[in-house]
């Protein structure tokens, strides 16, 4: 294991009662690394995120962030990670920034601090201008950034997306993906990013594919391309294809 990962997922398994979601599942994400997860319906990509977030204990194996593991100390494991969630959570009659200082009393920081990480979130969001407005005059890509910027505010390793582009005009679907991006790049936050849409993935991101429980593939995107005839579609078809599971 290395000490300067942001996550470590080890032989992970989860099963609903007889029904076996996730088998020995194991990868990492280093420091600033954008990690695309991928998968078809019922690979288990729901059941991963539940086990990160902690919405289901843990049953088998071991998730660690930083280097707090979510089996032995879960609290500070959690501080780690910010999430954004397939379905916003933000109150659309509170503005932006009461959005944003309620997430910080969840969080337990400070008057001073939470005045200073709000600032800079909004600020880095491009949402500083926006901050008085209700969150349900804002459109779909500004709510996600506020989302984003909630999710952020406690200053996390690991930002964790949910299908977080689902809903958004392909324009802005595009716009948030690079700016997670970016945040990536300057920032050195690494971004684990469930999708079902390809072309969310770019040759240099880290690729993992979930099939029927289990990680099919983990690698650059790049180089799992070019194991499978040079494109990702082709990749991700062989790999999920039911006739090339083990
Ligand atoms: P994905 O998010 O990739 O579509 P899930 O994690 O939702 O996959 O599902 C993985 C497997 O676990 C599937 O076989 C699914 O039918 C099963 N499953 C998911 N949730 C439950 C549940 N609450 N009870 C029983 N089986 C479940």
């Known amino acids: 294991?290395?000490?300067?990962?942001?996550?470590?997922?080890?032989?992970?398994?989860?099963?609903?009662?007889?029904?076996?979601?996730?088998?020995?599942?194991?990868?990492?994400?280093?420091?600033?690394?954008?990690?695309?997860?991928?998968?078809?319906?019922?690979?288990?990509?729901?059941?991963?995120?539940?086990?990160?977030?902690r919405l289901y204990d843990l049953q088998r194996g071991d998730i660690v962030v930083g280097q707090c593991s979510l089996r032995t100390t879960p609290r500070p494991a959690l501080r780690q990670l910010g999430v954004v969630f397939q379905q916003s959570t933000l109150d659309l009659d509170l503005s932006v920034e009461q959005n944003l200082r309620y997430h910080a009393a969840l969080h337990g920081l400070g008057r001073r601090q939470t005045a200073l990480r709000v600032d800079a979130e909004l600020a880095r969001q491009g949402l500083t201008e926006r901050r008085g407005e209700r969150v349900r005059e804002l459109n779909g890509g500004h709510r996600r950034r506020v989302e984003i910027a909630r999710a952020l505010l406690h200053e996390p390793r690991l930002l964790l997306l949910d299908e977080a582009s689902a809903g958004l005009?392909?324009?802005?679907?595009?716009?948030?993906?690079?700016?997670?991006?970016?945040?990536?790049?300057?920032?050195?936050?690494?971004?684990?990013?469930?999708?079902?849409?390809?072309?969310?993935?770019?040759?240099?991101?880290?690729?993992?594919?979930?099939?029927?429980?289990?990680?099919?593939?983990?690698?650059?995107?790049?180089?799992?391309?070019?194991?499978?005839?040079?494109?990702?579609?082709?990749?991700?078809?062989?790999?999920?294809?039911?006739?090339?599971?083990?």
């Open 169 to 246: 005009d392909p324009a802005s679907r595009l716009a948030l993906n690079q700016h997670i991006r970016s945040l990536c790049r300057e920032q050195q936050i690494s971004v684990l990013w469930t999708t079902h849409l390809l072309d969310e993935v770019q040759a240099g991101d880290d690729l993992l594919i979930l099939h029927q429980g289990r990680l099919v593939a983990s690698g650059q995107a790049d180089a799992l391309s070019l194991e499978h005839g040079g494109d990702l579609g082709s990749a991700f078809a062989h790999l999920t294809n039911p006739g090339a599971s083990r």
């Open 1 to 53: 294991m290395n000490a300067m990962n942001a996550l470590e997922v080890s032989d992970l398994s989860f099963a609903y009662g007889a029904r076996e979601a996730l088998r020995k599942v194991s990868f990492s994400l280093a420091p600033g690394r954008f990690a695309a997860l991928l998968g078809p319906n019922g690979a288990g990509k729901s059941t991963l995120i539940a086990l990160l977030t």
